[in-house]
């Protein structure tokens, strides 16, 4: 069964840096647009865009987040990022990531990851 994983999130104290990482698990046969979103509290049936990057390394920002996240791509590792930097305690929600897949069905197919928790408190 194919997922993506996360992992990086944590405790930060403002100003502070983070760096997420996201790769799918399981057999796939290609990666298309990557993707990070997040969720902030007490907005639990929205996910804000924050960034996309192309698998020719496009990227496009929300521009909250322009000039202090950066996304990127490993594809030799399928692998998506997202440094963080400058954190501030509005940056706290669970953050996602988002990638377009090929599975063995041969089909592309849209997936999230679980999420990962981003604190960002003095």
């Known amino acids: 069964q194919v997922q993506l994983v996360e992992s990086g999130g944590g405790f930060v104290q403002p100003g502070g840096s983070l760096r997420l990482s996201c790769a799918p698990s399981?057999?796939?046969?290609?990666?298309?647009?990557m993707g990070w979103y997040r969720q902030v509290p007490g907005k639990e049936r929205e996910r804000d865009f924050l960034a996309t990057i192309t698998s020719g390394g496009s990227t496009n920002y929300a521009d909250s987040v322009k000039g202090r996240f950066t996304i990127s791509r490993d594809s030799a590792k399928n692998t998506v990022y997202l440094q963080m930097n400058n954190l501030k305690p509005e940056d706290t929600a669970v953050y996602y990531c988002?990638?377009?897949?090929?599975?063995?069905?041969?089909?592309?197919?849209?997936?999230w990851g679980q999420g990962t928790q981003v604190t960002v408190s003095s």
């Open positions: 988002t990638a377009n897949l090929i599975t063995s069905s041969g089909r592309w197919t849209n997936y």
């Open positions: 399981g057999s796939i046969l290609g990666v298309g647009p």
